[in-house]
């Protein structure tokens, strides 16, 4: 009753084809959208868009990015930290090298050059599968990062290792640096999620999408009925970087302002989003932004309930933050093993039939 | 839905709770958790007690009570981000996040936010320029005094001359491991050693290819750059590889307790630099004891009271809270804001007589900050590890810096940093 598809008629193939087909669905979404745009820049704050809007944007790019090639493609891939890391340092160069160029075109570069690498590193896939190509990724995360340590041409020279993003401006309002309001910053990322998340989901619902499905789902079969494995798989690799070499380069221009590779890129961020991944959903954009949610907003949420509202100590809080945590995604993971994605779905087959259940 | 709604409460309800605006508010960016937290744990204990001594002896400072609210960082940059952005509200009078990745964050947002950075012993060295970096001070001294103290050291034990020595440094691979490299490359030009460096990476528990290095190449001294489980282990290899021990010096962040014990007696003899006094013999710690510790409010459970890193963590929030009576002297009132706090760090000075009345002579160095100057002397002692009674010996007296060395390259750094973000140097006064 809640939820209902029944007696939403579509007169022409352009409504029946749209990204949303459900009327319910398109006006929730729009609903988002608006209040994402029109409210939250006028009531959000320092800690609300620095320490967790920021944040869970960004990483809601990166998950999507790796949703694409392991949840629509099917490769695992372990080199997320070492392509956000390309995306970083290539937004660097471009901004240190180019300070006449606008940031938005800094960041989709930064996407592009990731892109091209995440291909490179996407050529193995070829040749392994699962586990074995698990492994080659991860070789690519360590030998990115040991790069941008190693080199001192990628940090201009830095003698600490840490590369600092100088202040750049959209539309007259900074968007970078410290003196960046909070709106500006937020409003900037959610500007890019926003486009990314459309131009992924309608990726996945058309011919490149069902390619990727194909090899995901069996290789030879898609093979046999013409999907070139080459083409799918090293699209999805592109496409993928792209993203999560967006994401890295908003993370170090816009969040932080200052990183240093081998804390910010390490390999803690490659299974961060691929929990964010496995945990929202393999295969479906929603489930990204739910588990990037998840991991991103949940450990914020606990600490602030048992430091802020109950007043523990800091260290009992940080130990039962990371019991509540692991034991979610046990929890999570044993009943729902499709992702948090799952479970919206099973309700909305609920809400379809409520209150009458038969 | 409901869990979301529940969550944006909870967290509102979170974000307006703060420290009464009336108290002088000493937030503490503490990590008693993850892989650091053995320094991290004596280190916040000693700098919550301390400010617990001056509330329960004096009743605050200059009748205000100082309030020390902990958040968790976990050595952690995106925690300490975080942390940060909730602080920042409470007008803090001055933030120690004990990170240098932490440090590298806070200074632009700091200085933006107009609230002052105190780095005892970390972070960025070129902070050191005044002029660049008004809200940002790192007395007593920095990394790179630390390399040249060492250097200087070693000069001493060779006679006066490091001619054809070889100087292999282990570093925490990382910003913080990274820094003295600099410093190591001109002093090895000026007194001719050949300098070798070894990373190790974070969080450094596998260090067997770098001490099998070392073991090949021989050098004559081993410098290092370590931090938490880093350092334990260093020592560990080194005592099983047959180093001689008291040719292996660590920075002040390698020179605690912990780094040595698990070691047992192959530790003997390893040597660390120290910017304060080790053990509990000195004289504020009869009234450290009488009103905080044997009264039952000590932060910890009172085992690490007395070790190096609790002593760092006193030695911190004694630089606070001297530099907030300052503030509170120039300014005229008690209840002093950030800014006013900024002016107190800048004026700060405690020489032999103000350490006398403090009860801590040979604790401390003297401390004279200026605008131009933010790093104080950088004096730092040289202390070895007796593992027999398991405690640190100070060797040295507190030994000067090469400044010839050191002040041009803080300058060719802060030039850099101006040249980066933008900024002037402000005027400062003359003298």
């Not at chain 1, 240093?260 to 299974?271: K, L, N, P």
């Not at chain 1, 929890?331 to 809400?351: C, D, N, S």
């Not at chain 2, 940059?77 to 996040?97: A, H, I, W």
């Not at chain 2, 002397?377 to 030994?399: C, R, Y």
């Amino acid at each position: 009753m809640l939820y209902r598809e029944a007696g939403d008629f579509k007169t022409s193939y352009a409504a029946d084809e749209q990204t949303f087909p459900i009327r319910f669905d398109r006006n929730a979404f729009y609903v988002l959208v608006a209040v994402a745009f029109l409210l939250v820049p006028f009531v959000i704050n320092n800690y609300w868009s620095n320490a967790v809007l920021l944040p869970f944007l960004i990483w809601s790019i990166a998950a999507i990015g790796l949703n694409i090639l392991t949840g629509y493609c099917g490769q695992v891939s372990l080199g997320t930290g070492g392509f956000m890391a390309v995306g970083a340092f290539g937004a660097f160069k471009l901004m240190t090298a180019f300070p006449d160029l606008n940031i938005v075109f800094v960041v989709v570069l930064a996407g592009f050059i990731t892109a091209l690498v995440g291909m490179a590193f996407g050529l193995p896939s070829l040749r392994i599968k699962g586990f074995y190509l698990a492994v080659a990724t991860l070789a690519s995360q360590f030998f990115l990062v040991w790069l941008f340590n190693k080199v001192p041409w990628f940090m201009n020279n830095s003698a600490t290792g840490h590369i600092n993003a100088p202040v750049r401006t959209v539309f007259g309002q900074a968007v970078t640096g410290a003196a960046a309001t909070p709106a500006a910053k937020y409003l900037f990322c959610l500007a890019i999620l926003v486009a990314l998340a459309l131009v992924a989901k309608n990726l996945t619902r058309g011919r490149i999408g069902r390619s990727w499905m194909a090899i995901r789902d069996m290789d030879i079969a898609a093979e046999i009925i013409g999907v070139s494995p080459l083409r799918a798989k090293i699209s999805a690799f592109a496409v993928s970087s792209f993203f999560i070499g967006v994401a890295g380069a908003l993370y170090f221009t816009v969040y932080f302002g200052a990183v240093e590779v081998t804390d910010a890129f390490g390999i803690r961020v490659s299974f961060l989003v691929l929990f964010m991944v496995i945990i929202g959903g393999l295969g479906s954009i929603l489930g990204s932004f739910l588990g990037a949610g998840f991991m991103v907003l949940l450990p914020i949420l606990l600490k602030n309930v048992m430091v802020g509202g109950l007043g523990w100590p800091t260290d009992l809080a940080a130990h039962v933050e990371l019991l509540v945590v692991g034991l979610l995604i046990m929890v999570f993971l044993i009943v729902e093993p499709h992702g948090l994605a799952q479970l919206w779905r099973l309700t909305k087959e609920k809400l379809r039939l409520w209150p009458f259940p038969h | 839905m409901r869990l979301t709604r529940t969550a944006a409460l909870a967290l509102a309800t979170a974000l307006t709770a703060g420290p009464a605006l009336a108290d002088l508010n000493f937030p503490s960016l503490s990590y008693r958790t993850g892989p650091y937290a053995s320094g991290g744990v004596p280190f916040a204990d000693g700098y919550a007690d301390y400010f617990t001594l001056l509330n329960e002896r004096d009743g605050g400072i200059g009748g205000e009570k100082a309030v020390v609210t902990e958040c968790e960082t976990a050595y952690d940059t995106t925690r300490g981000v975080e942390c940060y952005e909730q602080l920042r509200g409470g007008q803090p009078l001055v933030l120690q996040p004990m990170s240098t990745g932490i440090t590298y964050q806070l200074i632009p947002r700091m200085t933006e936010d107009k609230l002052p950075l105190l780095t005892v012993g970390y972070g960025r060295t070129s902070a050191a320029d005044g002029a660049t970096f008004p809200w940002v001070f790192n007395f007593p001294a920095t990394y790179w005094d630390g390399a040249s103290v060492a250097i200087k050291y070693l000069l001493d034990e060779s006679g006066g001359s490091l001619e054809g020595k070889k100087i292999a440094l282990v570093y925490h691979n990382s910003a913080y491991g990274k820094e003295p490299i600099r410093t190591l490359e001109k002093l090895s030009e000026k007194y001719g050693f050949t300098l070798t460096t070894i990373p190790v990476d974070s969080p450094g528990q596998e260090q067997k290819s770098q001490w099998l290095q070392i073991r090949r190449e021989r050098p004559d001294f081993v410098l290092m750059w370590g931090w938490g489980v880093m350092n334990s282990v260093a020592v560990s290899e080194a005592a099983s590889i047959g180093f001689p021990m008291d040719h292996f010096i660590g920075i002040w962040w390698s020179g605690a307790e912990p780094d040595v014990l698990p070691a047992g007696a192959g530790a003997d003899g390893y040597k660390a630099l120290a910017f304060t006094g080790v053990g509990d013999h000195y004289k504020f710690y009869d009234d450290l004891r009488q009103y905080v510790t044997d009264a039952g409010k000590g932060a910890g459970d009172g085992s690490s009271v007395g070790t190096v890193q609790y002593n760092r963590g006193i030695f911190a929030a004694m630089l606070a809270a001297e530099s907030a009576k300052k503030a509170q002297a120039l300014a005229g009132h008690a209840n002093i804001t950030p800014e006013e706090m900024r002016d107190g760090m800048e004026a700060l000075s405690l020489d032999a007589a103000a350490l006398e009345a403090l009860g801590m002579t040979g604790f401390s160095p003297e401390i004279a900050v200026t605008c131009q100057n933010h790093r104080s002397a950088g004096k730092g002692m040289m202390t070895q590890w007796n593992a027999a009674e398991k405690k640190w010996v100070v060797l040295t007296d507190f030994i000067e810096p090469d400044n010839d060395v050191i002040w041009p390259l803080v300058e060719e750094d802060a030039a850099a940093f101006r040249a980066e973000s933008g900024t002037v140097q402000r005027e400062c006064p003359a003298g």
